[in-house]
């Protein structure tokens, strides 16, 4: 036998009318005003942050191969010379093959992908830096950096030959 409970609750359902069911033209209105406020804020602090990933990613680069042509020389005995081409944005370890096409020097365009970067200025005798057989540089000095807005900077100690970004 079926017994109403005293404190059971009853719903009354009514029939949804179509208009019911869509947004209005003030709610999208509003929704995409929201939407372009955000992305107005966020797209600028992307590109900084991507501006500051690649400048950063070019300089890590730049002492990577600094460090590989002291290894070099220090491996061969024999003098490696760097050499920095501002009007191309490319740094060029002369007389190392390259590892992926042995026919080209080994190098680096700091202007193409992934770093788009700018070889601002460069402190080196004549643009070149030649570490001996021993791994010393011949002279130490700065390389500048920059994407956009942001610069890094590379130093060379010339007593130890280490490369650090500033």
Not at 36 to 64: E, G, H, K, T
Not at 115 to 137: E, Q
Request: glycine content about 8%.
């Amino acid at each position: 036998m079926d017994t109403l409970r005293p404190n059971s609750v009853f719903r009354i359902t009514r029939p949804i009318r179509r208009e019911e069911l869509a947004f209005s033209l003030i709610e999208l209105i509003l929704v995409l005003t929201i939407i372009s406020v955000l992305a107005a804020i966020a797209v600028p602090r992307y590109a900084n942050a991507l501006a500051r990933y690649r400048v950063d990613a070019a300089a890590s680069r730049v002492v990577a191969d600094l460090d590989y042509a002291r290894q070099r020389a220090r491996a061969s005995s024999a003098s490696v010379t760097v050499s920095f081409k501002t009007g191309q944005e490319c740094v060029i370890l002369e007389g190392v093959q390259h590892i992926d096409d042995p026919g080209k020097q080994w190098g680096v365009a700091l202007a193409g992908k992934p770093y788009y970067a700018d070889l601002v200025s460069v402190d080196f005798t004549g643009h070149k830096l030649i570490f001996d057989g021993y791994g010393y540089p011949d002279s130490g000095g700065t390389a500048v950096l920059r994407v956009g807005t942001e610069t890094r900077t590379v130093v060379l100690d010339a007593d130890t030959g280490k490369a650090a970004v500033q």
